[in-house]
């Protein structure tokens, strides 16, 4: 199949280091360790390097104690650590796999009060960023050179360790992008005032490396726009990639800027971003240097990736959440397995969503992801059940396919004509709809595994009696639920399943009362002003999409605010009567009165389906409930309990 993919597949130098493929995991925070990697980053690695990574870019390495940016960040600055940097680099490259180190220093982007106390936050200038609220103490050309020097001993500490290659982080708006932004560096001295000043702390920092590491593969990540007002723009980057074309083995290209909430979004682009988007800024460097040049953002297939490197785009593509989602995807388009790839569908509910939270990266379509030392091989049964699985949405398609790989005898039952439970509403979403791919990737999983379904059939206790099962799973999910007593009842008043579905036609002026916050209110809204409505989305919370990840949340809110959408905030509906919607501020209590509403929707939220687990309750049958039947919550717990319900029968 290396036909089909003739130049993903080729080999390729950067530096003097030779790569079996053109595949790239790009450096991403993981929060599986700790100032060094342990047992949990090692084997998350390292399964990538089976599944075929020709490279893979450790997540950032702290270069200096001014370098914190958030708790469980590596560290290499000591002798002391080359023991278990080692480690890792063994595990991968005994696979094939070439290991870089990516070099970072975050200036004035601090993300959190990691610490307890939030840091003092070292810059060019003081020159506040938009999205953290910071304001940055200018560096004294001291602290200057102990940071250039730190890049110095972090590369030697890490070559020594057997690292094949480094990587400086001059990306999304951090200290060495900080440098080179004339907005964010007003120094007048050796370091700012004009561009060749600006260029002395990269041009420092990569002679400090090339000293302490010799010939080791260095490049350069570096965003090719940072997409925002006051951040490096597509031809300033041109500029400096050309300026250092000749210092540096290569250009990572990515896009935006942790220093705005918009340029924030692109470091891990949501779905509602083309596929490979970033792939122009890649092209338009390629074109203007003599190295090798890696695009990253949105690649999430080996087919795209070939069309960007056919193009000419790049030379080799980043695919960090397709082997988050898929470690396999490589070994699995080199064998023609194209089918068996579960592809990435942008969500980032537990890869980038995880993180912000200080929580080990995974996927909500393969939890095994970041739990390897959990969920290496899946082990065989000692004796063969039969187990019917009520529910054809993620949690039991999930259980099924587990449970079927283990070994068990597995049916599946699924009410209606189609699989996903609620992802198929989803998908019906603006700029959502990749979510349907879950649906797609999980059927294939149970294919694989023997799993027999059977669709359009409900379970009942009567063919619970009937094909009498060693294990009954239950993963009926959920419905809309609806309060009592708000007037509810109102011919005024539908469900988002009933928009949704199709099932009604909303009128000119529609109100959607959205108490998760979460993608349907926000979807909703686009999809009826869309379609001509007047929309007002009141939510209850403190902002539109508040329960989403960042990125996610404010790239589709971005969207809403193009289509001026009125949103109300604190909003907590009261009632209804005839054309007029009732809330009430959830912060003063005040009443909130919108009149002349045709259509309100109700997106309140979801309420178990237990009607299978009441019928079975007290007979003599062994039941296990998964997912939204449980309690209602999002796709990650319920394919999570779906992965956990397989393992334990």
């Known amino acids: ?89 063994k595990a991968c490259k005994r696979h094939g796999t070439r290991m870089f180190a990516q070099l970072f220093h975050p200036g004035r982007e601090i993300l959190s009060a990691w610490s307890g106390m939030l840091p003092i936050a070292w810059a060019p200038s003081a020159v506040p ?49 900080q440098f080179l932004n004339p907005r964010a560096n007003r120094r007048e001295d050796a370091y700012g005032g004009d561009f060749e000043r600006q260029l002395r ?54 896009a935006g800027s942790s220093a705005s909430l918009g340029g924030s979004v692109h470091i891990v682009p949501p779905m509602g971003l083309e596929h490979a988007y970033v ?19 949105r ?8 069309q960007v490197i056919e193009r000419g785009d790049a030379d080799l593509c980043g695919m960090t959440r397709a082997m988050v989602c898929d470690s396999r995807m490589a070994v699995k388009a080199r064998a023609g397995r194209l089918d068996d790839i579960r592809a990435c569908i942008g969500c980032n509910q537990a890869c980038i969503g995880r993180a912000h939270k200080g929580l080990g990266i995974s996927c909500i379509q393969h939890p095994e992801s970041g739990r390897e030392l959990d969920y290496a091989s899946v082990p065989p049964v000692t004796r063969r059940k039969r187990i019917l699985v009520a529910g054809g949405g993620p949690a039991g398609m999930k259980a099924a396919a587990i449970a079927a790989t283990r070994g068990h ?30 649906i797609g990737n999980l059927e294939r999983e149970m294919a694989l595994a023997g799993v027999s379904v059977v669709k359009d059939m409900a379970v009942d206790a009567g063919l619970i009696r009937a094909e009498q099962p060693d294990v009954v799973l239950i993963a ?56 001509g409505s007047d929309v007002t989305l009141c939510t209850n919370a403190a902002l539109a999409g508040e329960s989403l990840q960042i990125y996610t949340r404010n790239h589709y809110v971005g969207r809403l605010h193009r289509l001026e959408v009125d949103i109300r905030t604190h909003a907590r509906l009261f009632g209804i009567d005839g054309e007029t919607v009732y809330f009430q501020d959830t912060l003063s ?16 939220g979801h309420q178990s389906e237990i009607t299978l687990e009441q019928e079975l309750a007290g007979q003599d049958v062994e039941m296990l409930s998964v997912g939204d039947c449980v309690t209602p919550r999002t796709a990650e717990e319920a394919v999570f309990e779906g992965l956990q319900a397989g393992w334990k029968i």
């Open 299 to 306: 690649i999430n297939q080996p087919q795209l990736a070939e």
């Open 589 to 604: 209590n005040e009443p909130v009165i919108l009149e002349g509403v045709d259509t309100l929707v109700l997106a309140l």
């Open 201 to 254: 702390f990269l041009r420092d920092v990569i002679a400090s490396i090339r000293t302490a590491a010799g010939d080791r593969t260095l490049g350069l990540r570096i965003s090719g726009d940072e997409m925002g007002e006051s951040g490096l723009s597509d031809l300033e980057v041109l500029r400096i990639c050309k300026a250092v074309t000749g210092d540096v083995d290569y250009f990572s290209v990515v």
């Open 1 to 89: 199949m290396t036909s089909r993919f003739p130049n993903l597949f080729s080999e390729i130098t950067l530096g003097n280091c030779r790569l079996a493929n053109r595949i790239v995991s790009t450096g991403h925070h993981t929060y599986l360790s700790d100032d060094v990697p342990d047992d949990r980053l090692i084997a998350y690695h390292e399964e990538r390097a089976k599944g075929g990574a020709g490279l893979i870019v450790s997540e950032i390495v702290a270069v200096h104690e001014t370098a914190g940016f958030s708790r469980d960040l590596l560290k290499a600055t000591s002798p002391k650590a080359v023991r278990a940097y080692a480690k890792l680099a």
């Open 129 to 177: 960023n938009e999205r953290f609220h910071i304001m940055p103490k200018p560096m004294p050309v001291s602290l200057i050179e102990e940071i250039v020097a730190g890049y110095g001993r972090t590369a030697a500490v890490l070559a020594e360790a057997g690292f094949d290659g480094f990587e400086i982080v001059a990306s999304h708006g951090y200290l060495p992008a």
């Open 409 to 438: 005898h597995v049916t599946l039952y699924e009410r209606d004509r189609q699989l996903g439970g609620q992802t198929r509403l989803a998908q019906r979403l603006p700029g959502r709809e990749e979510f349907g791919g879950i």
């Open 476 to 531: 009926t999910g959920a419905k809309p639920y609806l309060p009592t007593g708000v007037g509810l009842a109102s011919s005024n008043a539908v469900t988002a399943w009933d928009v949704l579905e199709d099932r009604v036609k909303v009128g000119a002026r529609v109100v959607i009362a959205d108490w998760r916050s979460d993608w349907i209110g926000l979807g909703l809204a686009e999809r009826l002003m869309k379609a």
């Open 279 to 297: 792939a122009p800024f890649g092209a338009a460097i390629k074109a203007s240097v003599s190295k090798p040049v890696i695009v990253t953002g």
